[in-house]
């Protein structure tokens, strides 16, 4: 599987109390190959699970790779940043709009499906999400 994997999916992994934690474990399953990912998309799970050493063994076990860095990506960032700003998109957001860009046979996999189904890559093109059933 190649994903792209969003705060909220790695909060779910690593933490046993989060409602989607069994939906998390059942897909990391599936994973065969590290999901991309950022360092603010890592920062923040850190801050939500209290735990950065949990956050680099997901590193260290090949759960998740690093495969951004916003210096590369400017200006394309701060343009993403306006044309989303009614939805008040944190950074993690606009690094993974990016990077679906850069990867476009990766799909996005996250527990907010209600931001990513708005946002768009290349302006007009649906995001491909991996997310919990609706229900």
């Excluded at 994997?5 to 399953?29: K, P, Q």
């Excluded at 599936?30 to 680099?56: K, N, R």
């Amino acid at each position: 599987m190649k994903g792209i994997a969003d705060t909220g999916f790695l909060v779910a992994f690593g933490a046993r109390r989060d409602i989607y934690h069994e939906w998390a474990l059942s897909l990391a399953e599936q994973v065969t190959e590290p999901l991309l990912t950022c360092e603010s998309v890592l920062a923040e799970t850190a801050f939500h699970l209290q735990d950065v050493g949990l956050v680099l063994e997901m590193i260290a076990d090949g759960l998740v790779a690093l495969s951004f860095d916003c210096n590369d990506h400017l200006p394309q960032l701060p343009a993403l940043a306006a044309r989303y700003k009614d939805r008040k998109p944190d950074l993690a957001d606009l690094c993974l709009i990016r990077m679906s860009e850069i990867y476009p046979k990766h799909s996005v996999i996250t527990v907010d499906a209600e931001d990513f189904r708005v946002y768009r890559r290349n302006k007009r093109e649906i995001i491909p999400l991996i997310s919990p059933p609706r229900g």
